[in-house]
């Protein structure tokens, strides 16, 4: 009896992780990435660069845009351009989408991924910041997701919204940040259910990531713990993946599906476990 319950559950995990993916699915796409200056965004560009996607990127820095999407043409996308623009001002969210559709003639993939910056401390009790983070992680999402969506109805496009361990499962010092990210999956979440009510043709992928060797990050969390980061360019492939198959939730790397499985069974033992994965 274990043993067949054993093979029903490699089985089952086989074909839910099976990889379905088409290249092919995402080639001329158009697509806008947020955040694409650096970090797990530009890999995305990439990505799509090399996939043969016509893109626009966006961040604030024009210098480093313009070298992204030099290297998106190397890379052979089918176009390479960029918008600069500031998360945190509120008219540049939905101004960033607008130039965007106007540069790709329409918009078949959007990509939400930047992210403002924040200490890696104990909270201070600095409300303001946690108020400006809100805007710049979670509130410009919002905006350009709602200037996004009417466009991505019209191709029966998609959106993929990178998340985060920490908006699933509480830890010290991040707590400015888990608070967007936990406001972005229960805003996304139950979108999702409205866009399946409303039998809508947009699809809708939360990414969770885990710990991600990005530079920001890894500044950030040097001397605090010594927890494995995973590549850039492996999550970036993976969130392609993820939203060319229309999955509603994927998590990288793999093994935080199951972190947050058991994130309610044993609170006590899990508070334990974070607090002396830390130093301070
Ligand atoms: P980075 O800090 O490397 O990149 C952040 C990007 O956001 C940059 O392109 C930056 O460009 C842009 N940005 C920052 N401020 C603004 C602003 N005011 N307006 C517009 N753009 C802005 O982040 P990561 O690549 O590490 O993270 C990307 C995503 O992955 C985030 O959503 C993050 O939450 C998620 N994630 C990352 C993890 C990790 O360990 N790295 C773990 C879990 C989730 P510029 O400065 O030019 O504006």
Known sequence: ????????????MAVLWRDTFDPESV?????????????IGEQVAYHYAKMGAQ???TARRE????????NCTSLGAQKALY????????SDPERVVKMAVEL???????????????????WNGDGDHVRELMQLNFLSYVNMASAALPVLEQSAGSMIVVSSLLGKITTPFVGPYAATKFAVNGFFGSMQHELAMQRSNVSLTVTTLGL???DSAMDKIRGYTNMTAYPASDAALHLIKAGATHQKESFYPGY??????CRDWFPFFRDIIIQNSYTY
Do not use: E, W
């Open 1 to 12: 009896m274990k043993t067949k319950f054993f093979i029903f559950g490699v089985c089952l």
């Open 27 to 39: 080639r001329c796409a158009r697509v806008l990435v947020t955040g694409a200056s650096t970090g």
């Open 55 to 57: 893109i626009v990127i």
């Open 63 to 70: 210098y480093a845009l313009q070298k992204v999407a030099a």
């Open 83 to 90: 918008v600069t623009g500031d998360m945190s001002q509120a």
């Open 104 to 122: 790709l003639g329409g918009l078949d993939i959007l990509v939400l991924n930047h992210i403002g910056s924040t200490p890696f401390a104990m």
């Open 212 to 214: 991600i060797d990005t």
């Open 256 to 261: 935080i599906y199951f972190v947050c499985l």
